[in-house]
């Protein structure tokens, strides 16, 4: 990991939002108050391209979690700039934030967070029915996507009847079902098998390198590190270093 | 995102199922007090309604229809004299003692009608002719009377037995509403209810009176009361005079407001709780959602939805048990049950407020909630 190829960005946007899909600009966010204030992220400077697969990567407590949230707008920052699309997260309302996810955003979350009554198509198309999309059109699109992702037999299983790694499909079909430009995954791999959570991974990979998307990955799995095309190492509450390619770095 | 409401309502069972139970109960528990309530505040003006007048003059302290206070037998002219009195009646009215063909004794209420118009008679004759009260020693009995005296083998049309040791003969078997008292109506004529009664001063309970056409009864009752001094009352402003002293002067109104109360708060109790448990137990869920897209006002639309599609469940389910109830042990009149379309829109109402709050305790838990929870593995 010691090959460090770049430094942060400068504190200036690059205003060429055909190349960039996320641009943040010294982030800092911190929790607490007076003397239990903790300093989380301390000026993060970032920025995804469109087709990159980026990896987030450090140890426990060195912001990467903070940092996606922030990029999501689902947690404010103290200070800074986050743009996605052109778009300044941070000026948003918190409805227009709410939209915003809602059209451009997908997530895979660690815990998969599927509703426990609903079946796999139900639970792929969620986000569609959330954008107000017809329900029969809604479900037969997860189908579709579900179907792309091999669990075309498993679509009306409950999450319960699901294993680990097809209860991870289903969270990637939602994920991908609204045709999110950028998805934002967190340890999409930590629950599951080596094998499993190398096709996921594949699969997210083949998604971030379509031209107009991208795909931000928290992970504490180097099992994974072949498919980024950078890796952003944090530590305490900064970008420590970022490598370019991972395999050319072997 | 009405679909996904719902699936997540009806598809944790145990959670759905508890707060079915505990809407339903509350609900039939309110529906049926309030209408065995109501069917005792029914059978308390039955004195009244089952006389059928416009307006009802009596001693102006009276405070109910059982409370008789008697009239100077004067009072019947004095009321005629009123300008706007179409007709004006004596009625009597007071409980006897009926001795039974086979000796035994039972209190009835004696209801002496005048005996030319025949106003003040019951609505429903079941056998024979309310008319044949002018002939001697007539009455008409109700259907509690026939139960009492002996049941329809031994009461029935033509069947003698005695009021305070005066021979009378049933001429009519008429249908009535049942007393608070619970003792049968017998009806005969004024003058016949006089005679078999014993010796008072006064014997004149009421005077009923009817308007001429163009005044109403409560223009005649105001009018009566000025000009007399009596207390006058329409039907419907002695019934709930009756009601309102009974509300009073009995532990009735308490116990069952009481138990509806109690009714109330079990089911908010129920509801709320079970409502906040399925709400912070599907937290995680909740705010993927949040993160997905979904706004706090959808998430609450779809609180809201699932609230009231089981308070709506609920609700026909505690209707339909109470009413089950009402028909099987109310059923021959045996039980008070008035269920009645006030009560029933009054609990939903009360349902409505129970979802509401319910609802509002767990939309406040999910405002509040960040969705930045979802990537806390």
Redesign the interface.
């Known amino acids: 990991m010691g090959d460090a190829v770049s430094q942060s960005p400068a504190m200036t946007f690059d205003n060429d939002s055909a190349h960039w899909l996320v641009q943040a600009r010294g982030v800092t966010k911190s929790f607490g108050d007076g003397a239990t204030r903790i300093p989380v992220l301390k000026g993060v400077d970032l920025e995804v391209a469109r087709g990159e697969v980026l990896l987030l990567v450090g140890p426990s407590g060195s912001g990467k979690t903070t940092l996606l949230s922030v990029i999501a707008g689902i947690l404010e920052s103290d200070e800074g700039d986050v743009r996605i699309l052109g778009a300044s997260i941070p000026d948003l309302s918190s409805s227009e934030k709410t939209r915003f996810r809602r059209d451009h955003l997908g997530f895979i979350f660690q815990q998969y967070h599927l509703l426990p009554t609903l079946t796999a198509v139900e639970n792929a198309a969620v986000p569609l029915l959330i954008r107000g999309v017809p329900k029969q059109d809604a479900l037969s699109r997860a189908e579709a996507m579900l179907g792309s992702m091999g669990m075309g037999e498993r679509l009306n299983a409950l999450p319960t009847r699901l294993s680990g790694g097809e209860q991870q499909r289903v969270a990637i079909a939602r994920a991908l079902v609204g045709d999110p430009k950028l998805l934002l995954c967190d340890e999409p791999t930590a629950n599951l098998d080596g094998e499993t959570g190398h096709r996921i991974v594949q699969q997210l990979h083949d998604i971030g390198k379509q031209p107009d998307r991208g795909v931000i990955i928290v992970t504490h799995d180097t099992r994974i590190f072949e498919f980024g095309d950078r890796i952003v190492h944090m530590e305490d509450g900064r970008v420590d270093q970022i490598q370019h390619g991972h395999k050319e770095l072997r | 995102?009405n679909?996904?409401a719902l699936?997540?309502l009806?598809?944790?069972r145990a959670k759905y199922l508890m707060l079915l139970a505990g809407l339903t109960f509350s609900t039939m528990l309110i529906v049926q007090q309030g209408s065995i309530f109501w069917g005792l505040m029914t059978w308390s003006q039955s004195g009244i309604t089952n006389v059928n007048a416009p307006v009802w003059v009596a001693d102006s302290n009276i405070n109910q229809v059982e409370e008789i206070k008697p009239l100077a037998d004067t009072a019947v002219t004095v009321v005629r004299s009123v300008p706007g009195v179409e007709w004006a009646l004596p009625l009597y009215k007071g409980v006897q003692r009926a001795r039974l063909p086979n000796g035994n004794y039972e209190q009835i209420a004696l209801v002496g009608i005048d005996s030319s118009t025949l106003i003040g008679r019951p609505y429903t004759v079941l056998e024979g002719k309310i008319e044949d009260l002018r002939s001697p020693e007539a009455v008409a009995i109700d259907q509690l009377g026939v139960e009492r005296l002996g049941g329809p083998k031994n009461i029935h049309l033509g069947t003698t037995f005695e009021i305070n040791d005066h021979r009378v003969r049933v001429v009519a078997l008429i249908k009535t509403q049942k007393s608070f008292q619970n003792f049968p109506f017998v009806y005969t004529t004024y003058e016949r209810a006089l005679s078999v009664t014993p010796e008072e001063r006064r014997k004149l309970s009421y005077v009923l009176a009817g308007p001429v056409s163009g005044v109403s009864p409560e223009e005649l009752a105001r009018r009566i009361h000025e000009q007399t001094g009596m207390g006058a009352f329409t039907e419907e402003q002695f019934g709930w005079k009756t009601v309102r002293w009974i509300l009073k002067n009995t532990g009735i109104g308490v116990n069952f407001g009481t138990t509806v109360l109690l009714g109330f708060i079990v089911g908010m109790a129920i509801a709320g709780q079970t409502f906040y448990l399925f709400t912070v137990e599907n937290l995680?869920?909740f705010?993927?959602?949040?993160?997905?897209?979904?706004?706090t006002g959808?998430l609450a639309r779809m609180i809201l939805l699932q609230s009231f599609t089981v308070g709506c469940i609920g609700y026909g389910v505690g209707v339909g048990l109470a009413t089950l109830f009402g028909l099987t042990a109310g059923s021959g009149g045996r039980l008070p049950f008035k269920e009645t379309w006030p009560l029933l829109v009054g609990v939903a109402v009360a349902l409505l407020l129970i979802c509401s709050v319910s609802s509002a305790i767990s939309i406040r838990k999910l405002a509040k909630l960040?969705?930045?929870i979802?990537?806390?593995?």
């Open positions: 995102m679909y996904v699936k997540m009806f598809g944790d995680p869920q705010g993927a959602l949040k993160a997905i897209g979904a706004s959808m960040e969705p930045a979802v990537f806390r593995g």
